[in-house]
C-alpha cells in the first residue's frame, strides 16, 4: 500500500496526513474482517451413557481463534463447562461436576473449529449448552442441545409357574434412558399381547422395566422379549422356548371321580353338622328369650335418667344461647376496631425513595453508570478488588439505601430483552459462592429468564402473564414484612409475598443483569 503525502508549494512534503488515512482504514479493515458467525448443529447431539460424546460447533467465515476467548455453558448455569483464553484452558470457576471430564479440541482452532469433548457421559449432562466465542469487543453465541439416551442389560426370562391353564413367564431388564419399549414376539417376529407390565425409575434416574405373558401349550411356546431405546433406535432381545413336559397334565376320568367324591362327603358333612346345630340353636333361643327380659328392664331406667339429663341439658342451652348473645355483641365491637386500624393503617404515607446502586457489591461483569442509576453485564471480567461486601459467583448488585420501617417504593426499568431479575434482598445476604436466590437465602424478587417469567421461590413460581412488563415498581413495607412487585405501565399487581415474609431487618434492593439484559433505577 502507498503512503500518500501532501506537498505546498512553499512547503515540504509531509507524511503525516497520509500515515493517519493508513492507519484510519487498516484499522476499518480489521474491524469488518474480525466479525463472524457462530455455527452449531440444528439437531440434538445423541450421547450413550458412560461414553464420550463431542459437541461440534464452529466460526463463519473459516478464522483463527487461537487468540480469541471460547467458553462453552449452560443456559440455566453461571459458571462455565469449559473455559479457553489467552491461548489456554482455564479451569479456575468451572462447574464441580465437569471437572476432569471436559477437553476443547484444538487441531482445528487456526480453521474456526471449537468442538468440546466430555467424558463418561451422565444423566445431568442432557440439556442445551451454549458455544460463545469473543474477539475483543465483539462477539457471537450459538445454542445446541445434548440429548442422553442408556442402554440397559440383556432381558432375563424367568419362568414363574402354572397359571391359566399356562406357564407364567417373566422378563426383567434396568439400566435403561428413556424410559424404553418392551415387546413380545413369537416364532415368526407377530407382537403378543403381555398380562402385565411395569416400569419404574431408579434413583440414579435410569429406568428399569418387567412384563410378564402366560404361555399356551401348542400356541406360542417359542417366544422372545426385545426392549428397544427409542432414540439410539437399538435393542436387546433374549428368547425362551418352553418344552411341552412343563404343561399340566390332567386325567379327565380322574377329575370326574375327583369331583363326585368332594360332592358326596360334602353332603354328609352338612347334614351332621345341621343335626347338632338344631339342639344347639333352641337352647341359645331361650338364653336370649331371659336376657332380652333383663335388658328391657335395664333400657327402661336408662330412659328415665336419659329424661332428667335432657331437662338439665335444655336448661344449659338457654343459658349458652344468652353467652352466644353476648359473644356476638363483642365480635361486632371487635370488627368495628378492625376496620378501623386498617383505615388508619392504609392512611401510612408510601415514600417515593431515590435508589442508587453500591459499586462496592457488584459483581466484576457488572458495569454501572456514573450515576449508579444504571447497570448491564458486560462481556469481559474487571479488575476490581475482591471485598466481602462483592458478589462473585452471581451477576448481582445492592443498592445504597436501606430500610428498617416504614413504606418505601421505587421503580425499575427493565426493558423487554434479556435476562434479569428485580427485587429486595436482607443486607447480611450471602455474597460468596453459590447463594439460594429465594427467601430461604434472604432474597424476595422476579425475573425474567428467557421467555419464563416467575417468582424467585424454591423452586421458581411460574407466572402466567399475557405480556412481560417494561417497567416495574417494587413496593416494600417494613413494618408489616411485605414487598409487591407491579407493573408500571398498567399498574396491575404481579406478585406479593404474603405478610410477615421479610425479617425485621434491614432491607436492600437487590438486581441481578444477566447476558443482554439493561436496568435503569427510575429517579
Not at 103 to 131: F, S, W
Amino acid at each position: 500500500m502507498k503512503v500518500l503525502s501532501f506537498c505546498h508549494s512553499s512547503r515540504a512534503c509531509s507524511p503525516l496526513p497520509g500515515f493517519i488515512i493508513f492507519f484510519f482504514t487498516y484499522y476499518v479493515h480489521r474491524m469488518e474482517s474480525a466479525k463472524f458467525t457462530v455455527i452449531g448443529p440444528s439437531d440434538p447431539v445423541t450421547a450413550i451413557l458412560g461414553q464420550e460424546t463431542v459437541l461440534p460447533c464452529h466460526l463463519s467465515p473459516s478464522m483463527s481463534v487461537a487468540n480469541m476467548e471460547v467458553r462453552w455453558s449452560r443456559p440455566e448455569f453461571e459458571s462455565f463447562v469449559h473455559l479457553y483464553r489467552d491461548g489456554k484452558d482455564w479451569f479456575d470457576g468451572q462447574r464441580p461436576e465437569y471437572q476432569g471430564r471436559t477437553e476443547l479440541l484444538k487441531a482445528g482452532l487456526r480453521d474456526g473449529i471449537v468442538p468440546l469433548r466430555i467424558l463418561d457421559i451422565r444423566r445431568a449432562d442432557e440439556g442445551r449448552y451454549l458455544c460463545y466465542v469473543q474477539d475483543g469487543t465483539f462477539y457471537e453465541e450459538t445454542v445446541l442441545e445434548l440429548q442422553v439416551a442408556g442402554l440397559g442389560s440383556a432381558p432375563l426370562i424367568s419362568v414363574e409357574g402354572h397359571q391359566g391353564g399356562g406357564i407364567r413367564v417373566i422378563c426383567q431388564s434396568a439400566g435403561w434412558y428413556p424410559e424404553p419399549e418392551v415387546l413380545w414376539k413369537d416364532l415368526s417376529g407377530q407382537h403378543l399381547p403381555s398380562l402385565s407390565e411395569t416400569t419404574s425409575q431408579r434413583d440414579n434416574g435410569l429406568f428399569e422395566t418387567e412384563t410378564a405373558l402366560i404361555v399356551i401349550e401348542h400356541s406360542n411356546q417359542n417366544l422372545s422379549c426385545c426392549i428397544r431405546n427409542t432414540i439410539l433406535n437399538q435393542e436387546k432381545e433374549s428368547a425362551v422356548y418352553i418344552a411341552d413336559s412343563f404343561f399340566p397334565r390332567v386325567n379327565p376320568w380322574m377329575v370326574a371321580l375327583s369331583v363326585i367324591l368332594v360332592v358326596l362327603f360334602g353332603f354328609i358333612g352338612l347334614t351332621v353338622y345341621l343335626f347338632k346345630m338344631k339342639g344347639k340353636l333352641t337352647e341359645e333361643v331361650g338364653k336370649l328369650t331371659e336376657e332380652v327380659g333383663k335388658r328391657d328392664i335395664e333400657v327402661e331406667k336408662r330412659d328415665k335418667e336419659i329424661s332428667k339429663r335432657d331437662t338439665e341439658i335444655g336448661k344449659r342451652d338457654i343459658e349458652i344461647g344468652k353467652r352466644d348473645k353476648e359473644i356476638s355483641k363483642r365480635d361486632i365491637e371487635i370488627e368495628k376496631r378492625d376496620n378501623e386500624i386498617r383505615w388508619r393503617s392504609s392512611l401510612a404515607p408510601i415514600e417515593e425513595v431515590n435508589v442508587t446502586l453500591d459499586p462496592d457489591t457488584a459483581h466484576r461483569k457488572l458495569f454501572l453508570s456514573e450515576d449508579w442509576k444504571c447497570v448491564r453485564q458486560g462481556g469481559m471480567w474487571q479488575d476490581l478488588p475482591d471485598n466481602p461486601e462483592r458478589f462473585d459467583t452471581w451477576a448481582c448488585v445492592l443498592g445504597c439505601e436501606g430500610f428498617t420501617s416504614g413504606r418505601h417504593c421505587w421503580e425499575v426499568e427493565v426493558g423487554n430483552v434479556g435476562r434479569w431479575a428485580v427485587g429486595v434482598a436482607r443486607e447480611s445476604v450471602g455474597r460468596k459462592g453459590e447463594i439460594s436466590r429465594s427467601p430461604e437465602g434472604g432474597i424476595w424478587a422476579v425475573q425474567q429468564w428467557g421467555d419464563q417469567f416467575e417468582v424467585l421461590t424454591s423452586p421458581e413460581t411460574p407466572l402466567p402473564l399475557s405480556r412481560f412488563p417494561s417497567r416495574i415498581r417494587v413496593c416494600l413495607d417494613c413494618d408489616r414484612g411485605q414487598v409487591t412487585f407491579i407493573d408500571a405501565g398498567d399498574e396491575a399487581t404481579i406478585f406479593t409475598f404474603p405478610p410477615g415474609s421479610i425479617p425485621g431487618e434491614r432491607i436492600r434492593p437487590w438486581l441481578r443483569a444477566g447476558r443482554g439484559a439493561q436496568l435503569r433505577l427510575c429517579p
